[in-house]
């Protein structure tokens, strides 16, 4: 059984439409809508699907909305769970191949496609272990003293074009094996939104494997809010200062392991 959930927050009709529509074309069988806004019009697209189920919340935050799907789809018995973002859309056939995947390899325990902005742009989304200066620094600094060091961050110099095992992947589009997913405790709601993404792929990673796979792919109209508000800004940068003080700000022994590991992987 996959279930699959997003969390929504003012999010736009034809967002929401659109992702409901490919996720149910695509084999899941019980989505989660978890509104953060508890809006009636959105009770209402989603109860206009019948394997939908639509969830009232409070402004808990990203992550923590995601649980309480997760905790209901363990509940029912689900094997994987697919988490997406509302502005998300792809064609027929990527939910159904990752799970192929993960069903040959149990040692799997997330896995995510390749993603492109609309306009056709790749999107870097399998990434190295952050330090302040990837994630926090550079906002500040021109992209001239940055840019070798994000196209390391970042991946891109391998062209996306291979499968990788990495610790941190972004969390447009997540699809995780339940069990392990509650055994290391889903995502860490102290994190209201942005860096939940990175503290649950690594937490995972140091016990399975967390898999970017290029075979299918889907499209992510990222709006990257941070970048166009002041507010979202704010948001973004408190939230990555809790993120550095759990794990480490120059001492971070984990993550240089995972950086190390993913570096030779790439070489052979």
Not at 5 to 19: C, E, H, K, N
Not at 46 to 71: K, L, M, W
Not at 94 to 108: E, H, I, P, Q, W
Not at 211 to 222: D, R
Request: proline residues 5%; charged residues 25%; hydrophobic residues 40%.
């Amino acid at each position: 059984m996959t279930t699959a959930s997003i969390v929504t927050y003012r999010t736009p009709d034809s967002d929401l439409t659109t992702a409901l529509r490919c996720i149910l074309a695509d084999g899941v069988d019980k989505v989660y809508v978890v509104d953060n806004a508890s809006e009636e019009r959105v009770r209402g697209i989603a109860e206009s699907f019948s394997d939908v189920v639509y969830i009232p919340n409070a402004n808990t935050g990203f992550g923590a909305g995601h649980n309480i799907a997760i905790r209901e789809a363990s509940l029912s018995g689900a094997r994987y769970h697919l988490v997406a973002n509302a502005d998300t859309y792809w064609k027929p056939g990527v939910v159904s191949s990752l799970v192929s995947v993960m069903d040959t390899n149990a040692d799997v325990a997330l896995i995510t496609p390749k993603v492109f902005y609309p306009d056709g742009r790749l999107q870097y989304t399998a990434k190295m272990c952050p330090t302040p200066l990837d994630l926090i620094f550079k906002r500040f600094l021109p992209p001239s003293l940055t840019r070798r060091r994000m196209r390391r961050f970042t991946l891109a110099f391998t062209g996306y074009d291979r499968v990788m095992d990495v610790p941190y992947m972004h969390g447009c589009f997540m699809l995780f094996r339940v069990a392990p997913l509650v055994e290391i405790g889903m995502f860490d709601e102290r994190f209201f939104m942005y860096p939940e993404d990175i503290d649950i792929t690594r937490r995972l990673h140091e016990k399975y494997r967390t898999l970017f796979y290029p075979g299918v792919s889907i499209v992510h109209a990222h709006a990257a809010a941070s970048r166009t508000s002041l507010r979202m800004l704010r948001i973004h940068i408190s939230n990555m200062i809790r993120y550095f003080n759990k794990w480490g700000w120059l001492n971070d022994p984990l993550r240089r392991a995972a950086n190390r590991r993913l570096r030779r992987e790439l070489r052979r």
